[in-house]
């Protein structure tokens, strides 16, 4: 199970992106809210957090296997309570998400069934039954989370003091961005333990 996916975005279409890995190139289907941020990403790397599937009739014999993509963890957590809204495909959901999750999140739990049957694929009938479902269960996805950012290619010592961090208990998104901002403060930093040391004072914010 693929659940986290780094690479170049090479192409977005209308409904997924297109990710080079190492010679590999990877299509995922994305939330219709990111594609806006994907397209400016063109041409840089970046980071997906990923949910696996097979597509067709579990009776038949053709299934396809697919992949989702999204530019943040919390996207992939919404996706996945919006999901087990009855009537709320897979495919249904990434054209529902026309808008990002902390605005579906405020829809939902103010009862707004009027924005919500504005999304594609969402109804007056089926607004009624995300409210019904979801209500109250959303209260943790209200709050923005920062637009995504590219992951620039690092250093040997920079991954060094990349994978130190993530031993350390540190989010692998968390630390890249740390990292990225002791770089750009401190250009002449070429140890990885002071890359560490760095980091750290871009994560307290300190100077």
Known sequence: MICRLTGRVASVREQAALVEV?????????????LPDLERLVGEEVTLFTIQYFEGNPTGTHMVPRMIGFLRETDREFFNTFTKVKGISIRKALRAMAVPPHQLAAAIEHGDERLLSTLPEIGKKTAQQVIHDLRGKVVRFLIETAAPTPVHEMTDAQKVALEILVQWGDKRADAQRWITAAVENEKALTKPEDIVRAAYRAKHGAT
Do not use: F, K
């Open 22 to 34: 190492g010679g590999l190139c990877y299509e995922a289907l994305v939330p219709a809210s990111s």
